[in-house]
């Protein structure tokens, strides 16, 4: 198989890349190997123009390891580990709004995710990401010394919205599942942890899952946590994804938060999620 040479366009200063020219359906590991570096260099890409039947999804994921399981949405028929997250035209909250990592209070949560755009809105619809290794590199000496022995304890409980079943429950659209358990699923992860490829270091925490810091109450934690966020999520720090039908976008799950922005009421918007490669923070 002869070696495509794909496009990676810069999405924004910090992170984000657009990549085109490439058929993920029949790709040579060649082919792969300048995707992966891309993903590796920009830690978010938007691959354009493809089109992907659930067995072609579940074979990208595989380049990143085993499938996670998502406990909270139904899986497809025959394909567990894929979900749909739709919004429909009469439905008002969006699945995936506020900035997380994906199931931060599993044991062993995904290296990656993979978002393919099946519907999209006219306009709107699009997904936010922020860059936790540039937010990390800007901390003071100081911070970053506070910051590396400690632990975050991250909760699917969505406390701070009044709970994941309530907040589920006004979404319609969509297959949930389990919600009644969510406050069961804990997990305890450095809040700085180091990326395997690139020695890179990322803070790893979120107002979402993060509940409080192991060793202090929440109330001592919040302030904390909430400053971590807010730099974060630092405009210069972030980058958007302006979803197509046909659009897979990757992103490096332990180096980005994302947020889905709910701007387009009374259009609807489906995507297909898969999350993959359980890793171990540390
Ligand atoms: C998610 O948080 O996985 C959903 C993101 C999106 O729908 O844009």
């Known amino acids: 198989m002869a070696t495509t040479t794909i496009d990676v366009i810069p999405l924004a200063g910090s992170l984000g890349a657009e990549i085109r020219g490439i058929d993920l359906r029949r790709m040579s590991n060649q082919d792969w190997a300048q995707v992966h570096q891309a993903f590796l260099d920009h830690k978010v890409i938007a691959i354009r123009d493809q089109v992907l039947s ?3 999804i579940m074979d990208v994921g595989a380049r990143f390891g085993e499938p996670n399981h998502y406990p909270f949405v139904k899986g497809l028929d025959g394909f567990p580990f894929l979900f749909d997250i739709v919004k429909e035209e ?7 709004g506020g900035w997380h990592s994906d199931t931060t209070y599993m044991q062993t949560p995904p290296l990656a995710t993979l978002l393919y755009a099946i519907e999209t809105p006219p ?26 022995p400690l632990k975050g304890v991250n909760s699917a409980g969505l406390k701070h919205v009044g709970g994941r079943k309530a907040h589920h429950a006004a979404i319609g659209g969509m297959s949930i599942t389990g919600t009644e358990e969510a406050e069961t699923f804990e997990a305890v992860h450095p809040l700085v942890r180091t990326i395997a490829e690139t020695g890179q ?5 979120s107002r979402g899952h993060t509940t409080h810091i192991e060793g202090m109450t929440e109330e001592e934690s919040r302030p904390l946590l909430d400053w971590l966020q807010a730099h974060a999520t630092r405009q ?9 039908p046909g659009t897979l976008t990757i992103w490096d799950n332990r180096r980005t938060m994302h947020s889905a922005i709910n701007d387009y009421q009374g259009m609807r918007r489906h995507m297909r999620r898969l999350t993959s490669g359980p890793t171990h923070p540390v």
Do not use: H
Request: include cysteine; aromatic fraction near 12%.
């Open 54 to 56: 659930p067995q072609d």
């Open 90 to 96: 009469s439905e008002t909250r969006n699945f995936g």
């Open 123 to 148: 306009r709107g619809g699009d997904t936010l990401y922020c860059d936790m290794v540039a937010a990390y590199e800007a901390l003071s000496d100081g911070m970053k010394a506070m910051l590396a």
């Open 201 to 205: 270091k990322a803070i790893y925490c």
């Open 236 to 244: 210069e720090f972030t980058c958007r994804v302006n979803w197509k």
